[in-house]
C-alpha cells in the first residue's frame, strides 16, 4: 500500500503579490512569491498535500524541531528560456538526497510523486514568478520538519514538508574571500555532515561570524581531527586549480554530495581537464601557493552555481589568488548556467521540463 493518500487541494491567492516586487533588487530569500506547497505526516502516512497562499503557519511552542533540530532542506532553482518554457536542473538528485538526509535524522521517506507534483504544480501556478534572462531565477526550498508538539527527545511522529519559493539574482556579488578553520570543523566522521540538516548550518554561524571580523566573508572547513584536510568552503563544495589540475574532497560522510559538484566533475572531465577527487592538505595548498601554482580557488552549489575565492587567510597570513585569464570556474559556470537556461544542448541530460 501506498503511503501516502494524494488528493491536492488547491487554493489560490486573491491578490497576487508580484505587482509590488522589484525584480531588479532582491535580497537572496527574503521575497517569496504567491503560494506555497504544504503536506503533513501523521500515522504513518502522508497525506492532505494542499497548495496555499504563501504566510506563516502555527506552531505549539513545543513543537519538537524547534528543541531538537529534526530538520531538513534542500535547495533548487527553475530557470525560464526565452520562450517563456520552465526547467529544473537534475531535481531527482535533489529527492534522493532530500530522502538521504531524512534517513539519516530518522525521519520518514518521503515518496516522489509528493515532491515531484508537489514541485510541479507550485511552479505552475507560480510561473509568473520566474522571470527569464541568465541570472534570473526562482530559488525552491523544499523542507520536512519535526511537528509533534511534544519535549521528548525522540523522533517526531508528526512532519510537515513545505515547498516555498523565492526570486533571486546571484548569492554573492563577486569573488569572496575565506579563512582556512584552524579550530572549528562544520562536520565530523559518524555525524551527520553529508545530510542536508539544518543543524548544519547553525553550527557555521559563530565560526563564520568570527571569520568576518578577520575580513573573511566564509571559512573553509576542515577535519575534525587534525584540521588537516580541506572540506568545504562555507555552505559549498570546493575546487582548487593547481596549475590545470582541478583537485575536490572525495564525498565521505562529511562531505554534502553537492549537484553543482557532481555536475562540474561531469563536465570538466567532459571539457578534459584534469579533475582529480582526493584528500587535499592545507599544506599542498599553501605550498602551491608559494609555487605559484594554485591558480583558483572556487566554490559550488545550487545558490552560488560558482563562485570565485579571491583569497585565503592561513595562520594570520593572507594569501591572494589573483584573476586570471581562461578560468576554469569561468567556463564550467557559462557551460552549466547555458545547460540551465536552456541556451544549448543539454548532453548529460540534466534539464528537466517543467511545462
Ligand atoms: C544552496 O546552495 O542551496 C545552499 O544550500 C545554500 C543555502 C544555505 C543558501
Not at 527553475?78 to 538526497?97: C, G, H, I, M, T
Not at 582541478?246 to 562529511?254: E, F, G, K, Y
Not at 585569464?325 to 521540463?353: C, H, M, V
Request: a positive charge; proline letters at 5%; charged letters at 25%.
Amino acid at each position: 500500500m501506498a503511503n501516502y493518500i494524494y488528493t491536492m487541494e488547491i487554493h489560490k491567492s486573491k491578490k497576487s503579490k508580484l505587482e509590488n516586487i522589484d525584480f531588479d533588487n532582491i535580497s537572496f530569500g527574503t521575497t517569496f512569491s504567491d503560494h506555497m506547497f504544504i503536506c503533513k505526516y501523521s500515522e504513518g502516512l502522508w497525506n492532505s498535500p494542499k497548495i496555499l497562499p504563501y504566510g506563516p503557519i502555527s506552531l505549539d511552542p513545543s513543537t519538537s524541531s524547534f528543541h531538537y533540530g529534526q530538520s531538513i532542506f534542500e535547495g533548487m532553482k527553475a530557470y525560464k528560456d526565452s520562450k517563456e518554457k520552465v526547467w529544473l536542473f537534475r531535481p531527482e538528485e535533489n529527492f534522493k538526497r532530500m530522502n538521504k538526509s531524512s534517513l539519516r535524522l530518522n525521519m520518514p521517506e518521503l515518496p516522489k510523486d509528493i515532491f515531484f507534483k508537489g514541485l510541479t504544480k507550485l511552479l505552475k501556478i507560480d510561473s509568473e514568478w520566474i522571470k527569464s534572462g541568465v541570472g534570473n531565477s526562482l530559488y525552491i526550498r523544499p523542507f520536512i520538519f519535526a511537528s509533534s508538539p511534544n519535549l521528548q527527545a525522540n523522533p517526531s511522529k508528526e512532519y510537515i514538508f513545505f515547498i516555498i519559493c523565492c526570486p533571486v539574482k546571484s548569492y554573492y556579488g563577486g569573488r569572496i574571500d575565506v579563512l582556512i578553520s584552524e579550530q572549528y570543523s562544520r562536520a565530523a566522521s559518524g555525524g551527520v555532515g553529508y545530510a542536508k540538516a539544518a543543524g548544519n548550518y547553525a553550527a557555521q554561524f559563530y565560526p563564520t561570524s568570527l571569520a568576518e571580523k578577520e575580513g573573511c566573508n566564509q571559512i573553509i572547513w576542515t577535519d575534525a581531527n587534525n584540521h588537516e584536510y580541506l572540506e568545504e568552503a562555507g555552505t559549498m563544495n570546493v575546487f582548487f586549480r593547481i596549475n590545470d589540475t582541478l583537485v575536490t574532497s572525495p564525498l565521505n560522510d562529511r562531505i554534502l554530495d553537492g549537484v553543482t559538484r557532481k555536475s562540474v566533475i561531469q563536465l570538466s572531465n567532459s571539457l578534459k581537464i584534469k579533475t582529480e577527487v582526493r584528500p587535499i592538505k592545507v599544506s599542498e595548498i599553501i605550498s602551491s601557493h608559494k609555487k605559484g601554482e594554485l591558480k583558483e580557488i572556487f566554490g559550488t552549489g545550487t545558490a552560488v552555481v560558482l563562485c570565485p575565492i579571491s583569497s585565503f587567510k592561513f595562520d594570520n597570513k593572507k594569501f591572494e589568488i589573483n584573476p586570471i585569464k581562461n578560468s576554469f570556474a569561468e567556463i564550467l559556470k557559462e557551460k552549466i548556467t547555458s545547460i540551465q537556461y536552456n541556451l544549448t544542448d543539454d548532453p548529460f541530460g540534466w534539464r528537466f521540463p517543467v511545462n
